[in-house]
């Protein structure tokens, strides 16, 4: 294809409903919170439970950059952190987004490749999404302000550490940033399920936009109409549709599989 160039936390209370403190945010979970110092992302505060086993590694890094490591009884992070926090917690700065162009003039070493994602509003997709996205290779992924899931805990969590190396840029109008971008040579390729176009029937060797819509409708009318290509997924079964996370990991990696 070718198109012509047209960002001392207080210690949180003892008793009562614990809280995050405003301007922050609490990651948990090992990976995500190992990932935050180690990517050097601003952290207030690290929280261990009392007894928790393996966690040398975070306990020394987060020492090593002068950050409180505070070890507290299970129930504390449990009432904190709820379910899943595999022992740690940490208190960090909240996720920045960027804007459109730190997307696009990010450098990956591989072909340009953008991933749009409109309408999700579960934050366990969004968080899959954008871990697949990064393990693609992807410059940053384009999310709505309007009808969709922002950057939160949530989807810090599910997407396991992509955030701390993938940019996310947020913006008001969709169907204006895939023009934007089709302006700066990239084709747009839309994943529909009543595409009569196979997505392996696509080259995307170039400068490429992957547009993921919702479960239940898709791709919004006019994003849809923005695209230069609708694409489907093969169906066998009866199942009418995919999970958004696993449709974004089907085309993902269908670019991958051209570009390597």
């Known amino acids: ?5 047209g960002r001392r936390m207080q210690q949180p209370p003892r008793s009562g409903s614990e809280h995050v403190e405003a301007g922050t945010a609490l990651i948990k979970g090992r ?5 935050a110092l180690a990517e050097g992302r601003p952290v207030n505060k690290v929280l261990i439970a009392e007894g928790t086993e393996g966690l040398q590694h975070v306990v020394a890094r987060a020492r090593e950059q002068g950050v409180l490591v505070q070890f507290v009884p ?13 022992g740690v917690a940490a208190y960090v700065a909240p996720y920045a987004y960027v804007d459109l162009d730190t997307v696009v003039t990010r450098n990956t070493g591989h072909a340009p490749l953008v991933v749009v994602i409109d309408g999700v509003t579960d934050p366990h997709n969004l968080g899959a999404i954008v871990r697949t996205a990064e393990a693609a290779g992807s410059q ?4 709505s302000k309007h009808r969709a899931s922002p950057l939160t805990e949530t989807v810090a969590k599910a997407a396991a550490g992509a955030l701390e190396y993938l940019p996310v840029a947020r913006v008001a109008n969709l169907v204006q940033a895939l023009k934007e971008l089709k302006e700066r040579g990239y084709w747009v390729v839309g994943t529909d399920v009543e595409a009569k176009t196979s997505l392996t029937s696509v080259d995307y060797s170039g400068p490429t936009v992957v547009v993921i819509g919702s479960e239940g409708e898709g791709m919004h009318r006019l994003v849809r109409e923005t695209c230069d290509f609708l694409v489907s997924i093969p169906i066998l079964g009866q199942v009418q549709s995919l999970n958004a996370s696993v449709a974004a990991g089907v085309m993902l990696y269908e670019v991958v599989r051209q570009r390597t």
Do not use: W, Y
């Open 31 to 35: 990976h995500p919170v190992a990932t």
């Open 140 to 143: 940053g992924v384009v999310i």
């Open 1 to 5: 294809m070718n198109r012509s160039k």
């Open 74 to 86: 299970r129930s504390r992070l449990d009432a904190m952190a709820g379910d899943h926090h595999q």
